[in-house]
């Protein structure tokens, strides 16, 4: 009898990314063509983030996603609705995912205090 669970390779909707995700929510801002972009971010990885963003980018545009001292430019892979994800140009350091995820968590603190 045959295994009616598909083998990770035949799932299309398998999980292939190379990096794990880290849930955030940080503001930030996206550069494409000049213009400059107020987006959050809603998670991300060494090789790229998934972004909330108004605006409309092509998919395969160059873009820099700015957040603080993390510059990293990037090509947007895809866009649904306001939800967008991008592929860095280059990997970012495990520390540096490290803090912008501490720094996620001390923001969501803070608003929590203030509540």
């Given at each position: 009898m045959a295994n009616p669970v598909p083998a990770p390779q035949d799932d299309p909707f398998a999980d292939r990314r190379?990096?794990?995700?880290?849930?955030?929510?940080?503001?930030?801002?996206l550069q494409v063509n000049g213009e400059r972009i107020s987006i959050q971010?809603?998670?991300l990885s060494a090789g790229?983030?998934?972004?909330?963003?108004?605006?409309?980018?092509?998919?395969?545009?160059?873009?820099t996603l700015d957040c603080g001292t993390v510059g990293r430019s990037a090509l947007v892979r895809w866009?649904?609705?306001?939800?967008?994800?991008?592929?860095f140009d280059s990997e970012l350091d495990a520390?540096?995912?490290?803090?912008?995820?501490?720094?996620?968590?001390?923001?969501?603190?803070w608003r929590e205090a203030r509540e």
């Open positions: 190379a990096f794990p995700r880290v849930m955030v929510a940080l503001p930030a801002f971010i809603l998670d790229g983030a998934k972004l909330n963003c108004a605006a409309r980018v092509a998919v395969g545009a160059a873009v866009q649904n609705g306001d939800v967008i994800g991008i592929c520390r540096v995912v490290a803090a912008l995820a501490e720094r996620s968590s001390a923001l969501a603190a």
